[in-house]
């Protein structure tokens, strides 16, 4: 309280005595004796408390004060049931704080703006046909999401250039592709950098401008323009140190020679959420900076290259519908009767357009189905919340009846006291509202944590709390404060005076009427948390079973003590044939390392999530009839190391890897002859060159395959040493195919790119030239070896990057990571409910043995003994418990089938995991009940009769 | 207790303030000294109740219509002494007008009863 509020109390107090002083005076004067002056003086001045509180009235601070002294009494009503309070504020805030990390992490990831100018005019481009177009190329960057049919959003550049020449009705258009991994040198060590290829018009179509420099112009796209580049804002800062004297200078991308020109707005940080990138060049540049392996396909001038991702501006005026009817005119046209002829006309291909937003959702489209389910899960928690403390304040509400009554009968409006148990569930709400902002910021940082431990590189959102999530908060907290508020107020200004002022109203059989009246909502309330806990609870258990059924799975090698990481020597400069040395060397190296059994390599590690395949001739099979298997090309070794079993025939060796050599060169020679032989089929064919006669000669590739590829495509023969042909496509020289491959051995079945996948036909090539991913097989903890790892490399060439290092362990954890991640949130909430519930349930039998005191002695005293009380007790409780179960178990059949696609071998019904959760809440809830049931039985009758 | 209310009469809504005001037209004074002013003018008809005096001083001073300070009075007592402001005394220019308009009009009414008396 102010010092200015008291001294104004005190003045008035002064200014009433004064007052009392001089009719006193007065009186004497007049003559009246001592005793009776004082006397009658006060009686004229009346009731001293009333004038002050009538005056304090016209102050103008009433409700102030009101508010504060509710506020007080409302703060020693909580501190006086310590316990009430501590599990109320306690639910609230994990309710209100679960619920502000997860809708801070829901806004950060899927519902942020991208920062550009208008970007409701901007539009996605994606394609849709009736059939696959003859692709030549493809490549897919992870922008948009797949389309349920056939299409997505990968272009060529020059369809990108048509439409932008004649699509008028856009204002502007834009194309982006990557970004990529690009070796930039120039800055210290040669370094890993995401740059995002992007044409000339892109900055000026966004509207994004740079904190420092110039934007790319359009200029810079042209093939004859010097190579540019503009870097992004944190990557300025963190490689560059945010210099300002960047600006001209020069850096070499992979051979490559460019310009810094500029840095971007840091408010832009990329267009499709969770691709991070460093820098963006220019198209033009594509030529030369490679960024991956492209082979010597033409990415920008060569129209069936699709590999771009199309963005225009809407012009004022324009619909969406007639932008896509205008763009998909353009589309066809070029597709059906271009230079490329991709589809026939009843293929109808199309063009779709989407907001920004929707179109290019990228990394949130992996994130967000684990997001929803665990969002809906929090909100399930804040509701059991809700319930539960709407229990706790309706028990307590009853119990205070008397103390309303007394109120009441004291002259207190009924509206008074409705606003001092609002007053008290508000503060509640507010003490828990403020803790779990508190939570919430521990709770973003934990989950933050959680989702990013599955990302290689850093995690790609950045979460912090907001100011749309704050008063997201304060509403909830609000809500809830006023909705279990308001029940209990409303029926406690009910209180009927007189049953309730007799002492013993509460504990009489007779009102029993009453009280049944009254717990009825309790009832529901417990049924409530009892059923919605199940249903997290059901949620959980099969998100724990499928990660357990993932974990049980055998992957056909042994994963323990390997250490894996990738070298793309290509990005280095390294030819084909280097590379080969290379590896070579390498592994030498490394099966040298103490600690190291043995090591190999393959262009995939199994169980990374990426895989190949390709189509295979069966021999005796009709013509263009070909087989799909999984391919992996793999390194001397591979089997051994991996410990998979070699069933039949026998490993590689290495005249294998040279007899592979030998056919991969010819095959490259062959391809090249072709290339400058347009018209080969037209004339009389040409003597066959040298060369040619070489490959015609080149040995069949020696390859291994695994049971399953035997199984299915050899049913009843030994493939062992059988022949297969390469792919015959349907334009292909049957007469004029490659020498194809020689099956030298047959292994186990392993898993190859994820876990989840079923067992599929895998042939084994031995490795040539790609990037590779490096396993060693060690003794004890590989992880120990990392150093000596990356000495080896680093003296093997210096500008050799060491990616992804991890464990095989390791890996499957990270494919299995989103499995972990809803296994361990889920139980987590479901713990949390499954309490939240028991204590809900706790605290209402409690408080009905409190009550009911006086009846359970009488009941001892007529000769009950303590078995029929505690099944009294306990019965009521479980009656509850059962009820709730059953309503959990009905609603779980309807919801979870929501997350069946996250489950592996366990049906989203699974009755097993029902049965086993409702076991366990039973067992739970029977220890709730038991405490107040032990309670009820130590009633003592003489001291409960006489009680009253 | 019901005796010394009888020969009273009882204050008509609005009037206290209108009461008080002019009372202070008339020199700066304390709550006492005020309530002794209104009952010897009105000749012992009017007597202020204290537990209207002060709510009404506290809210013609909350109004800024009247100002107070703390004083010493001739036997060393405390007082908190009550003046007119200006606004105060716009404030009492428009009850008067208003209270006279109001006795008009009742006098109007009961003129022509007062005549049959007589």
Same mark, same amino acid.
């Given at each position: 309280?102010?010092?200015f509020?008291?001294?104004?109390?005190?003045?008035?107090?002064?200014?009433?005595?004064?007052?009392?002083?001089?009719?006193?005076?007065?009186?004497?004067?007049?003559?009246?004796?001592?005793?009776?002056?004082?006397?009658?003086?006060?009686?004229?001045?009346?009731?001293?408390?009333?004038?002050?509180?009538?005056?304090?009235?016209?102050?103008?601070?009433?409700?102030?004060?009101?508010?504060?002294?509710?506020?007080?009494?409302?703060?020693?009503?909580?501190?006086?049931?310590? /316990?009430?309070?501590?599990?109320?504020?306690?639910?609230?805030?994990?309710?209100?704080?679960?619920?502000?990390?997860?809708?801070?992490?829901?806004?950060?990831?899927?519902?942020?703006?991208?920062?550009?100018?208008?970007?409701?005019?901007?539009?996605?481009?994606?394609?849709?046909?009736?059939?696959?177009?003859?692709?030549?190329?493809?490549?897919?960057?992870?922008?948009?999401?797949?389309?349920?049919?056939?299409?997505d959003?990968?272009?060529?550049?020059?369809?990108?250039?048509?439409?932008?020449?004649?699509?008028?009705?856009?204002?502007?258009?834009a194309?982006?592709?990557?970004?990529?991994?690009?070796?930039?040198?120039?800055?210290?060590?040669?370094? =890993?950098? !995401?740059?995002?290829?992007?044409?000339?018009?892109?900055?000026?179509?966004?509207?994004?401008?740079?904190?420092?420099?110039?934007?790319?112009?359009?200029?810079?796209?042209?093939?004859?323009?010097?190579?540019?580049?503009?870097?992004?804002?944190?990557?300025?800062?963190?490689?560059?140190?945010?210099?300002?004297?960047?600006i001209?200078?020069?850096?070499? @991308?992979?051979?490559?020679?460019?310009?810094?020109?500029?840095?971007?707005?840091?408010?832009?940080?990329?267009l499709?959420?969770?691709?991070p990138?460093?820098?963006?060049?220019? %198209?033009?540049?594509?030529?030369?900076?490679?960024?991956?392996?492209?082979?010597?396909?033409?990415?920008v001038?060569?129209?069936?290259?699709?590999?771009?991702?199309?963005?225009?501006?809407?012009?004022?005026?324009? &619909?969406?519908?007639?932008?896509?009817?205008?763009?998909?005119?353009?589309?066809?046209?070029? =597709?059906?009767?271009?230079?490329?002829?991709?589809?026939?006309?009843?293929?109808?291909?199309?063009?779709?357009?989407?907001?920004?937003?929707?179109? @290019?959702?990228?990394?949130?489209?992996?994130?967000? +189905?684990?997001?929803?389910?665990?969002?809906?899960?929090?909100?399930?928690?804040?509701?059991?919340?809700?319930?539960?403390?709407?229990?706790?304040?309706?028990?307590?509400?009853?119990?205070?009846?008397?103390?309303?009554?007394?109120?009441?009968?004291?002259?207190?409006?009924?509206?008074?006291?409705?606003?001092?148990?609002?007053?008290?569930?508000?503060?509640?709400?507010?003490?828990?509202?403020?803790?779990?902002?508190?939570?919430?910021?521990?709770?973003?940082?934990?989950?933050?944590?959680?989702?990013?431990?599955?990302?290689?590189?850093?995690?790609?959102?950045?979460?912090?709390?907001?100011w749309?999530?704050?008063?997201?908060?304060?509403?909830?907290?609000?809500?809830?404060?006023?909705?279990?508020?308001?029940?209990?107020?409303?029926?406690?200004?009910?209180?009927?005076?007189?049953?309730?002022?007799?002492? &013993?109203?509460?504990?009489?059989?007779?009102?029993? &009427?009453?009280?049944?009246?009254?717990?009825?909502?309790?009832?529901?309330l417990?049924?409530?948390?009892?059923?919605?806990?199940?249903?997290?609870?059901?949620?959980?258990?099969?998100?724990? !079973?499928?990660l357990?059924?993932?974990?049980?799975?055998?992957p056909? %090698?042994?994963?323990?003590?390997?250490?894996?990481?990738?070298?793309? +020597?290509?990005?280095?400069?390294?030819?084909?044939?280097?590379?080969?040395?290379?590896?070579a060397?390498?592994?030498?190296?490394?099966?040298?390392?103490?600690?190291?059994?043995?090591?190999?390599?393959?262009?995939?590690?199994?169980?990374?999530?990426?895989?190949?395949?390709?189509?295979?001739?069966l021999?005796?099979?009709?013509?263009?009839?070909n087989?799909?298997?999984?391919?992996?090309?793999?390194?001397?070794?591979?089997?051994?190391?991996?410990?998979?079993?070699?069933?039949a025939?026998?490993? %590689?060796?290495?005249?294998?890897? *040279?007899?592979?050599?030998?056919?991969?060169?010819?095959?490259?020679?062959?391809?090249? *002859?072709?290339?400058?032989?347009?018209?080969?089929?037209?004339?009389?064919?040409?003597?066959?060159?040298?060369?040619?006669?070489?490959?015609?000669?080149?040995a069949?590739?020696?390859?291994?395959?695994?049971?399953?590829?035997?199984?299915?495509f050899?049913?009843?023969?030994?493939?062992?040493?059988l022949?297969?042909?390469?792919?015959?496509?349907?334009?292909?020289?049957?007469?004029?195919?490659?020498?194809?491959?020689?099956?030298?051995?047959?292994?186990?079945?392993?898993?190859?790119?994820?876990?989840?996948?079923?067992?599929?036909?895998? =042939?084994?090539?031995?490795?040539?030239?790609?990037?590779?991913?490096?396993?060693?097989?060690t003794?004890?903890?590989?992880t120990?070896?990392?150093?000596?790892?990356?000495?080896?490399v680093?003296?093997? /060439?210096?500008?050799?990057?060491?990616?992804?290092?991890?464990?095989?362990?390791?890996?499957?954890?990270?494919?299995?990571?989103?499995?972990?991640?809803m296994?361990?949130?889920? &139980?987590? %909430?479901?713990?949390?409910?499954?309490?939240?519930?028991?204590?809900?349930?706790?605290?209402?039998?409690?408080y009905?043995?409190?009550?009911?005191?006086?009846?359970?002695?009488?009941?001892?005293?007529?000769?009950?003994?303590?078995?029929?009380?505690?099944?009294?007790?306990?019965?009521?409780?479980?009656?509850?418990?059962l009820?709730? *179960?059953?309503?959990?178990?009905?609603?779980?059949?309807?919801?979870?089938?929501?997350?069946?696609?996250?489950?592996?071998?366990?049906?989203?019904?699974?009755?097993?995991?029902?049965?086993?959760?409702?076991?366990?809440?039973?067992?739970?809830?029977?220890?709730a009940?038991?405490?107040?049931?032990?309670?009820?039985?130590?009633?003592?009758?003489?001291?409960?009769?006489?009680?009253? | 207790?019901?005796q010394?209310?009888?020969n009273?009469?009882?204050?008509?809504?609005?009037?206290?303030?209108?009461?008080i005001?002019?009372?202070?037209?008339?020199?700066?004074?304390?709550?006492?000294?005020?309530?002794?002013?209104?009952?010897?003018?009105?000749?012992?008809?009017?007597q202020?109740?204290?537990?209207?005096?002060?709510?009404?001083?506290?809210?013609?001073?909350?109004?800024?219509?009247?100002?107070?300070?703390?004083?010493?009075?001739?036997n060393?007592?405390?007082?908190?002494?009550?003046?007119?402001?200006?606004?105060?005394?716009?404030?009492?220019?428009?009850?008067?007008?208003?209270?006279?308009q109001?006795?008009?009009?009742?006098?109007?009414?009961?003129?022509p009863?007062?005549?049959?008396?007589?």
């Open positions: 309280m102010s010092f509020w008291r001294r104004k109390q005190q003045e008035l107090n002064e200014e009433i005595d004064a007052h009392l002083r001089m009719a006193e005076r007065d009186r004497l004067a007049r003559g009246e004796n001592p005793g009776r002056a004082a006397q009658s003086a006060r009686r004229e001045l009346g009731n001293v408390a009333l004038i002050h509180e009538t005056t304090r009235d016209q102050w103008g601070w009433r409700w102030l004060e009101t508010l504060l002294q509710d506020f007080r009494y409302a703060c020693r009503m909580l501190r006086k049931s310590p /316990g009430f309070t501590a599990v109320a504020v306690l639910t609230l805030a994990l309710g209100i704080g679960a619920n502000t990390a997860i809708f801070s992490f829901v806004d950060a990831v899927l519902l942020t703006s991208i920062p550009v100018k208008a970007p409701q005019q901007l539009v996605a481009f994606s394609w849709s046909a009736h059939a696959q177009p003859k692709i030549k190329g493809l490549s897919d960057y992870g922008d948009c999401a797949d389309q349920p049919g056939i299409g959003c990968s272009f060529s550049i020059p369809f990108f250039k048509t439409l932008r020449a004649q699509a008028n009705a856009f204002s502007g258009m194309a982006f592709a990557g970004p990529m991994d690009v070796d930039l040198s120039g800055n210290g060590a040669a370094s =890993m950098a !995401r740059g995002l290829y992007v044409s000339g018009d892109f900055f000026s179509t966004l509207g994004v401008s740079t904190f420092i420099g110039r934007p790319l112009a359009p200029s810079d796209d042209l093939p004859s323009a010097p190579p540019v580049i503009v870097l992004n804002y944190s990557y300025w800062a963190r490689a560059f140190a945010a210099a300002p004297s960047v001209g200078r020069t850096v070499h @991308l992979d051979s490559t020679t460019a310009t810094i020109v500029g840095v971007a707005d840091p408010r832009f940080t990329n499709t959420p969770g691709k990138l460093d820098f963006f060049m220019p %198209f033009s540049v594509a030529d030369s900076v490679r960024g991956e392996w492209w082979g010597n396909q033409d990415r001038s060569d129209a069936t290259e699709r590999w771009i991702v199309i963005l225009g501006r809407l012009k004022d005026g324009v &619909s969406l519908g007639q932008a896509q009817a205008t763009a998909t005119a353009i589309f066809r046209n070029e =597709m059906i009767h271009g230079v490329a002829q991709f589809f026939k006309p009843e293929d109808a291909p199309a063009i779709t357009l989407r907001p920004l937003r929707s179109g @290019l959702n990228g990394e949130t489209s992996e994130i967000a +189905p684990a997001l929803y389910v665990t969002m809906t899960i929090v909100a399930f928690i804040l509701l059991i919340a809700c319930a539960n403390v709407a229990g706790l304040t309706l028990a307590r509400s009853a119990s205070r009846q008397k103390e309303m009554a007394v109120r009441l009968a004291l002259g207190a409006g009924r509206a008074r006291i409705a606003r001092q148990l609002l007053t008290e569930s508000l503060l509640l709400s507010l003490v828990g509202g403020a803790l779990g902002v508190l939570l919430s910021i521990w709770g973003i940082d934990a989950i933050t944590a959680l989702f990013s431990s599955g990302y290689y590189q850093t995690f790609p959102f950045v979460i912090a709390p907001d749309r999530v704050l008063t997201f908060t304060i509403a909830i907290t609000f809500a809830t404060g006023v909705l279990f508020g308001l029940a209990p107020a409303l029926r406690g200004s009910r209180v009927d005076l007189t049953p309730s002022l007799k002492e &013993s109203a509460s504990s009489l059989p007779g009102v029993a &009427s009453h009280t049944g009246r009254r717990f009825r909502l309790g009832d529901a417990v049924v409530a948390q009892v059923a919605l806990s199940i249903v997290v609870l059901i949620g959980a258990g099969l998100l724990v !079973r499928t357990r059924n993932l974990h049980g799975i055998n056909g %090698f042994d994963p323990q003590n390997i250490l894996l990481f990738g070298i793309d +020597p290509h990005l280095a400069g390294y030819t084909d044939a280097q590379t080969q040395q290379l590896y060397n390498l592994q030498q190296r490394f099966t040298a390392l103490p600690g190291v059994i043995s090591a190999s390599y393959s262009e995939d590690a199994l169980l990374d999530g990426g895989w190949s395949g390709n189509d295979v001739h021999d005796g099979a009709p013509p263009k009839q087989v799909n298997t999984a391919t992996l090309t793999v390194g001397l070794d591979f089997f051994s190391t991996m410990r998979i079993p070699l069933l025939g026998r490993n %590689f060796t290495s005249a294998d890897f *040279a007899a592979a050599a030998a056919t991969n060169a010819a095959n490259k020679v062959r391809a090249a *002859a072709a290339k400058s032989k347009p018209a080969p089929s037209a004339s009389a064919p040409a003597p066959p060159t040298a060369l040619e006669e070489a490959y015609f000669h080149s069949p590739v020696p390859v291994l395959i695994n049971e399953f590829f035997a199984k299915k050899f049913a009843n023969q030994n493939p062992v040493g022949h297969m042909g390469d792919e015959q496509r349907a334009d292909s020289d049957v007469q004029n195919l490659g020498p194809g491959y020689t099956i030298i051995g047959i292994v186990g079945d392993t898993k190859y790119p994820q876990l989840r996948r079923k067992i599929v036909p895998i =042939m084994f090539l031995p490795l040539m030239s790609n990037e590779a991913h490096f396993e060693l097989r003794a004890a903890n590989p120990a070896l990392v150093k000596n790892v990356r000495e080896i680093s003296q093997a /060439g210096d500008n050799l990057p060491l990616t992804d290092v991890r464990t095989q362990t390791e890996q499957i954890d990270q494919i299995l990571f989103q499995e972990r991640l296994a361990r949130l889920s &139980s987590f %909430f479901g713990a949390l409910a499954l309490a939240l519930a028991c204590i809900g349930l706790y605290g209402l039998l409690s009905e043995v409190a009550c009911r005191t006086r009846e359970l002695g009488i009941r001892m005293a007529l000769g009950a003994r303590h078995r029929d009380l505690l099944r009294l007790v306990v019965g009521q409780g479980i009656l509850l418990v009820i709730g *179960a059953a309503i959990g178990i009905a609603a779980a059949f309807g919801v979870t089938r929501f997350i069946s696609a996250m489950l592996y071998d366990v049906r989203a019904n699974d009755p097993l995991t029902m049965l086993a959760v409702a076991i366990l809440l039973i067992l739970v809830a029977l220890l009940c038991y405490i107040p049931a032990r309670r009820a039985m130590k009633v003592d009758p003489m001291v409960a009769l006489r009680y009253e | 207790m019901k010394h209310y009888q009273r009469i009882e204050l008509l809504q609005g009037t206290l303030d209108l009461l005001l002019q009372t202070l037209q008339w020199g700066a004074q304390h709550g006492y000294g005020i309530s002794q002013a209104i009952r010897s003018r009105s000749g012992d008809a009017l202020v109740d204290t537990g209207s005096l002060y709510p009404a001083l506290h809210r013609l001073e909350h109004q800024k219509w009247i100002k107070a300070d703390w004083k010493t009075s001739g060393n007592q405390r007082v908190r002494v009550y003046q007119l402001t200006a606004a105060g005394k716009k404030q009492l220019l428009s009850e008067r007008s208003r209270w006279q109001i006795s008009e009009a009742i006098a109007g009414i009961l003129s009863a007062k005549e049959n008396e007589t």
